[in-house]
């Protein structure tokens, strides 16, 4: 009797985290000397396959252009690396005996990893290196239709670690694909952790599981441009990092909100440097193509240039076109234009003064994309901080493009290719996901007090220090006599004592 693919997928999984546990035992016994020579071979091996899997992942997906993916893929392994590898995570963190405190970071054991379509390489690479560095083992789940060249990434993963020394089973990867084989994934009982990126069912899934996960939401960051900013500059960071792999960074922009002040300049350097405003017909046609019936992206657009999603949508634009952008007046959950974009398309507002802008920039992210990221572009340093107390997210760009800003490739947050909401946006952290979020912390704390002490009860006063001139030794006959103070601390200390028999 052949069993079904469904059931042949649990097993698997089953296999692969029985395997993983091991693995993450002993790893565990591991010095954190001894892992960073396994994530050191790991990320190099990544990076010197950085552009074939980038071209496989182009290939199999359909999503962006092989070129930005090569920079993706070194984020995932060389920036990763070199942001991690002096960190400490494993064994003793820290120790203050004067505190009577040490601190100890200990392996959550089992990293379960779901892995997107939008980003697949490069995140596989990135969420190897943080578990293993932290001592951890993980099991990653492919995104169905970028399952091969994860599998592939994977394997070089895999030989990588086990020539440098980790245990067989350290990272393992679901080949039978099932929506049954991710979901006995996320529920097993061994698993210590789940690193959650992708779409919201998913992530509510991996919530819903019954273990600890870090997930992700949905990115649908606005960027503001103030009448301060370098205008010029700031639209070209816009459209670079909205074209960036062709916007499938979930940290890019997706909506501009300017000034009436600076109107006329915003709309002047977006048409120069490749923006094309459609019309409200336009708009109207396109908007058909954004959201599927069910109110999720479309996946037809996702990933696209500006050109084919034209085409798509039977819309003609001027040969160089970047970005189409729609000027919009309302934000809404059932505006398209208003919802979070993976692709080159831009809803553009135009609001009276910053303080309205700002006011739509909270509108927009609190229909989708709270917690998440927002960019501002702007000198004046008063209004940064205004921005800064009030936006309900978690990172808050200035004067950069968000997509790779947000991931820490053009700005000192941690390289990262899962980034936390926070709790606005239901998430466990609002971190650039690293080792540090992938361990526990033993605390050991030495007593400091005595019961009596904290009640007030007739506390005993402490005996008498050692003289100055002899660190920690008990006194002598040949020791200078007790002065009348020390003996009036050593008489009370006695009764006192002697009362509370």
């Excluded at 001894?34 to 790991?42: G, P």
């Excluded at 200035?398 to 000192?412: D, E, P, S």
Aim: include cysteine; glycine fraction near 8%.
């Amino acid at each position: 009797m052949t069993l079904d693919k469904d059931l042949q997928s649990i097993q698997q999984v089953r296999c692969l985290v029985a395997a993983a546990k091991q693995a993450a035992g002993q790893l565990a016994q591991m010095t954190q000397e001894q892992l960073d020579v396994i994530i050191r071979e790991i990320a190099a091996d990544c990076a010197a396959n950085a552009q074939r899997l980038a071209k496989l992942a182009n290939e199999e997906t359909g999503f962006g252009n092989w070129q930005d993916k090569v920079l993706k893929n070194l984020l995932g392994s060389t920036m990763t690396y070199d942001y991690i590898r002096d960190m400490r995570v494993v064994g003793i963190l820290s120790e203050n005996r004067e505190r009577g405190l040490m601190e100890i970071g200990v392996p959550v054991g089992v990293v379960a990893a779901l892995i997107p379509s939008t980003n697949p390489t490069s995140t596989v690479m990135y969420k190897c290196l943080i578990a293993i560095k932290a001592g951890n083992s993980i099991v990653i789940s492919p995104h169905p239709s970028a399952k091969n060249c994860i599998l592939e990434t994977v394997r070089i993963v895999q030989e990588a670690a086990r020539r440098a020394g980790a245990p067989e089973g350290t990272v393992g990867c679901i080949e039978l694909t099932t929506a049954q084989a991710t979901d006995a994934l996320l529920k097993a009982k061994d698993v210590g952790l789940i690193l959650a990126t992708g779409g919201e069912a998913m992530v509510h899934a991996a919530y819903s599981s019954g273990n600890p996960a870090i997930g992700v939401g949905p990115g649908n960051g606005p960027a503001f441009i103030d009448k301060s900013a370098d205008i010029p500059n700031a639209v070209r960071r816009i459209i670079e990092s909205k074209t960036f792999d062709n916007g499938t960074i979930c940290a890019s922009e997706q909506s501009i909100v300017t000034e009436r002040a600076a109107e006329e300049q915003v709309v002047s350097e977006l048409r120069r440097q490749g923006g094309y405003f459609l019309s409200p017909e336009e708009s109207k046609k396109l908007a058909g193509y954004i959201l599927r019936a069910n109110g999720t992206m479309n996946p037809q657009i996702v990933g696209k240039t500006a050109q084919v999603i034209a085409d798509l949508a039977g819309i003609k634009i001027p040969s160089g076109t970047r970005v189409l952008i729609s000027r919009q007046k309302e934000a809404g959950r059932q505006n398209p234009y208003t919802r979070e974009k993976l692709c080159p398309i831009l809803a553009f507002f135009v609001e009276e003064n910053w303080e309205a802008a700002c006011a739509r920039c909270m509108e927009i992210l609190h229909i989708e994309g709270a917690g998440h990221t927002m960019t501002i572009h702007a000198r004046d340093e008063n209004l940064i901080r205004e921005f800064a107390l009030k936006k309900p997210v978690s990172r808050l760009l200035v004067n950069v493009a968000a997509a790779l800003g947000g991931v820490g490739a053009l700005t000192n947050l941690a390289p990262a290719l899962t980034l936390g909401c926070g709790s606005v946006g239901k998430s466990a952290s609002s971190d650039n996901i690293s080792p540090k979020n992938l361990i526990n912390i033993r605390r050991v704390a030495w007593g400091m007090k005595e019961l009596s002490e904290i009640r007030g009860e007739n506390p005993a006063p402490p005996l008498a220090k050692p003289s100055a001139g002899t660190p920690g030794k008990q006194r002598t006959g040949t020791d200078v006599p007790f002065t009348r103070e020390e003996v009036e601390l050593i008489t009370k200390a006695v009764l006192a004592r002697l009362g509370q028999r």
